[in-house]
């Protein structure tokens, strides 16, 4: 297996329906490490790193939402795995 680093930035109506908790729920789950925060600009930006298939289900996750979410778009960069991270944190 490979791993993978991704940095995605999550838009539409991503900020106050727990969308932050539900991936890093989804993160830690898989194993993926990282971090994830709102931004002033009312999206949502990640890294997450990890086995690229659990990265790559993330993604996923992310470009669904959680229920209450109205996802816009995902605009995502695949980057070369780091291992700078010892989990998911949610970051301000």
């Known amino acids: ?23 890093q729920a989804e993160a830690r789950a898989r194993g993926v490490t990282g971090w994830i ?3 002033p600009d009312e ?11 659990d990265v790559r289900a993330v993604v996923a996750w992310c470009r669904r ?3 209450g979410a109205r996802v816009d778009g ?5 980057l070369p ?3 700078e991270f010892d989990a ?3 970051v301000r």
Not at 1 to 23: D, E, K, L, N, Y
């Open 1 to 23: 297996m490979s791993r993978a680093r991704a940095h995605i930035v999550v838009s539409g109506r991503v900020q106050g329906v727990w969308f932050r908790g539900g991936a």
């Open 37 to 39: 925060r709102n931004r």
């Open 43 to 53: 999206t949502v930006e990640a890294v997450l790193e990890g086995e690229e298939e």
């Open 65 to 67: 939402g959680p229920p």
């Open 74 to 78: 995902a605009e995502v960069t695949w």
């Open 81 to 83: 795995w780091c291992g």
């Open 88 to 90: 998911m944190r949610i």
